[in-house]
């Protein structure tokens, strides 16, 4: 079990990495995903693993990978993703000029169901000659691995995809369901620290970053939404779900419209240099 | 509040879709086969059905062709519910009638997940 020194210490590496806020009653959690970290890197217990962290900083990095919290559905928030469907998607397609493509971010992608949701999405919308790009990011190569692969547990395809959903675009693979390499290829997963400048990405007409802000202390939100908003072209929107925006950067962006959890940049803001 | 009648030849199974559905404020029949349950909608139509596929008596897939032919059969969501979880199957299922198809083992969170998406919640 971790000392409080330890957990103090871990806690501060994490969030300075990837601005996640750990809590004390998520020691017993965060012990047991830095074990299988503490095995493969062969040292005898995690009190070892954080000793030695002490003097590498590619052990912290791992550590902060480790802790990442993979939890994400398909279609997660139902109501949000049939706005994307029926209004979102479609306005952005019409507001394109001919051969504009349509930049979209899925930001703190986790495993990849945000994005891969987006791409059945988009393949809708392809069929009306509408050009998307759909950019995935995370801080956990071991996140994005997965991600990557396209494979996902029977447990994991049916939270949120409609049956017919499945079995149009996934095939069973063993004991998983792959999803098409149509889709697959239709996103780009790279990885990203939000807390980063996002320039290398380009500008979005919608980044995704929902589910992913609540985790963060107020001072790293701040710094992620500041990036992201810098990231944004002139009409693109940022949905966030449910995080809370407007009470840590009023000053970046403000809501959009009737959608609840919408926002935009505020005319005129710029990101400090 | 809506109904629901869960299909199941598994008395366990049935016990544990009740109380998952109880809490989701449904009221629920049980059946332990097809005929059973397709006796069940001639008295009363559900809102919904959890289905098994194999029974004894009459399997589920039997149960859902006769019963999208009864009088009001169109009506009730039905939600398969079984092991069975090859896309062939799973094709026929919904050829035959089923709104939402779920696959074995389950827990409340998926269940709840696959009733919101065929639209009972």
């Given at each position: 079990m971790f000392t409080d020194t330890e957990f103090s210490l871990i806690a501060r590496e994490v969030k300075t990495r990837t601005g996640y806020a750990l809590t004390p009653s998520l020691a017993p959690t965060m012990e047991s995903r830095l074990m299988a970290l503490q095995r493969r890197e062969n040292y005898a217990n995690v009190n070892e693993l954080v000793a030695a962290a002490r003097a590498n900083h590619r052990l912290w990095d791992l550590i902060a990978d480790a802790l990442a919290h993979p939890e994400t559905r398909f279609f997660r928030d139902r109501a949000f993703f049939h706005s994307l469907r029926t209004e979102i998607l479609p306005n952005l397609a019409r507001n394109?000029?001919?051969?504009?493509r349509i930049r979209i971010w899925s930001a703190g992608?986790?495993?990849?169901q945000e994005a891969y949701s987006l791409a059945i999405l988009s393949d809708e919308l392809r069929a009306t000659g509408a050009l998307i790009e759909i950019v995935a990011t995370d801080h956990s190569d071991r996140l994005l691995d997965k991600a990557r692969s396209g494979l996902f547990s029977q447990f994991e395809v049916q939270r949120g995809l409609p049956i017919r959903t499945l079995i149009e675009h996934f095939e069973k693979a063993s004991d998983l369901w792959r999803i098409s390499d149509r889709l697959r290829a239709q996103v780009r997963f790279e990885r990203h620290n939000l807390?980063?400048?996002?320039?290398?990405l380009g500008q979005f007409d919608l980044v995704l970053c929902c589910n992913v802000l609540n985790d963060m202390d107020p001072a790293p939100r701040q710094l992620a939404l500041e990036n992201i908003a810098a990231a944004l072209t002139g009409q693109g929107l940022l949905a966030?779900?449910?995080?809370?925006v407007t009470a840590v950067a009023p000053h970046a962006l403000t809501p959009s419209g009737q959608i609840k959890g919408i926002y935009q940049r505020n005319a005129g803001w710029r990101r400090a240099a | 509040m809506k109904s629901c009648l869960v299909v199941d030849d598994s008395r366990v199974i049935r016990k544990v879709a009740r109380r998952i559905l109880e809490e989701m404020s449904f009221s629920i029949d049980e059946a332990g086969d097809g005929l059973e349950a397709l006796q069940s909608c001639r008295r009363t139509m559900p809102d919904a059905i959890l289905l098994d596929w194999?029974?004894?008596?009459?399997t589920g897939i039997d149960f859902l062709r006769q019963l999208r032919q009864?009088?009001?059969?169109?009506k009730p969501v039905v939600v398969f519910c079984t092991t069975e979880n090859d896309v062939p199957k799973i094709s026929e299922a919904i050829r035959a009638g089923a709104d939402e198809y779920l696959m074995k083992p389950f827990d409340s969170d998926i269940l709840q997940s696959k009733f919101a998406e065929a639209g009972l919640v």
């Open positions: 394109a000029t001919a051969g504009q992608c986790s495993t990849g807390l980063s400048s996002a320039d290398k966030t779900g449910e995080d809370g | 194999q029974m004894p008596v009459m009864e009088p009001g059969g169109d």
